[in-house]
C-alpha cells in the first residue's frame, strides 16, 4: 500500500564534481518514515559533500534531492524548513546559556514564543538539560553540548533529520547515549534519521546501512546481508572487505 506521506529523503543520480574530481556520482537512495539509516564510508567516501548538497550549502551538479517531497534544486526553502542538521563542528554560542542558543534558534524560524517556551522545555527535560539550561555552554561537557546542539534540530519538529558525523570527540558513554536517543525519536515522532559516520559500532545500530566509497554507493541493505554477502562473520570485516576491493582502505 502506497503511503499518504512522502519519504523523509529520496535522493536520486546526485553528482557533484570539483575540477575532475567526482566527489558524489551518481549516489540515489531513500529514507522512510520512522528509519533510521546509516551512511556507512571510510574518509573521504563523500559523506560531507552529500551532506552539503542536502544542507543547501552546495548545489548539485546533477540529480535530485527530495525532502518531504520538496526537491532542493526547485524548491530549497520548503525543502531545507523540513530537515534539521548536527554537524560535526560545533556550533554553539558558547558564551549563551543552554537557554539561550535555543531560543534564538526557535526565534530564527519564526516560532511564537508561547510554542517556543514550551518546546524548549519538552528538549531540556528529554536530554537532561533543564538543571543546566541557565548556565553557558562553554561550561558543559562535550556529550551535553551534542545534547544541546540535537535538542536545538528538534525545536522545529523536522521530518528528516541529518547527523554529520555528530559524535566524534565525545566520550563512549555520551556517544552510546545520543545513538539511543535518536533512534528513539526517529520512531517515536516518524521522523526519518540519516546518519554519516565512519564507526561500523554506530551503523550496527541502523535499520539499514548505506556504504559509500569513491562517491558511490557500494552497499544498500541491511548489516546481515552486507556481512553475509561476503562470507563475513561481523561487520567490521565485511565494511573493510568492501572498501579494500574499491581501494578505499
Known amino acids: 500500500m502506497t503511503s499518504l506521506f ?18 558524489v556520482d551518481g549516489v540515489s537512495f531513500s529514507v522512510a518514515p520512522g528509519e533510521f539509516v546509516a551512511l556507512l564510508g571510510p574518509n573521504g567516501a563523500g559523506k560531507s559533500t552529500l551532506f552539503q548538497m542536502l544542507s543547501g550549502l552546495f548545489v548539485a551538479d546533477g540529480g535530485s534531492a527530495k ?8 524548491a530549497p526553502i520548503s525543502a531545507l524548513a523540513e530537515l534539521a542538521i548536527v554537524f560535526q563542528q560545533p556550533a554553539l554560542d558558547l ?14 524560524h519564526g516560532i511564537p514564543r508561547a510554542e517556543a517556551r514550551t518546546r524548549i522545555a519538552h528538549w531540556l527535560q528529554r536530554f ?4 543546566r539550561a541557565d548556565d553557558a555552554c562553554r561550561n558543559l561537557s562535550g556529550g551535553m553540548r551534542r545534547k544541546v546542539e540535537l535538542a536545538r534540530a528538534l525545536l522545529s519538529q523536522p521530518q528528516l533529520l ?11 558513554a555520551s556517544r552510546a547515549s545520543i545513538l539511543a536517543d535518536v533512534k528513539a525519536l526517529c520512531r517515536e515522532r ?19 546501512i548505506v556504504v559509500m566509497a569513491a562517491g558511490t554507493v557500494r552497499f544498500d541493505g541491511d548489516a546481515k546481508t552486507l556481512m ?11 565494511f573493510l572487505h568492501l572498501t579494500k576491493a574499491e581501494g578505499r582502505a
Open 6 to 23: 512522502p519519504d523523509p529523503l529520496v535522493i536520486d543520480k546526485l553528482s557533484k564534481s570539483f575540477g575532475a574530481r567526482r566527489a
Open 228 to 238: 553475509r554477502r561476503d562470507g563475513h562473520d561481523n561487520l567490521l570485516d565485511a
Open 128 to 131: 537532561g538539560l533543564a538543571e
Open 67 to 74: 525532502v518531504a517531497g520538496h526537491d532542493i534544486g526547485i
Open 162 to 172: 541529518l547527523m554529520d558525523e555528530a559524535t566524534v570527540g565525545i566520550d563512549p
Open 190 to 208: 516518524a521522523m526519518g534519521v540519516l546518519w554519516a559516520t565512519h564507526l561500523v559500532d554506530e551503523a550496527e545500530a541502523a535499520d539499514r
Open 95 to 108: 558564551d549563551l546559556s543552554v537557554r539561550a542558543n535555543l531560543r534564538f534558534q526557535t526565534d530564527l
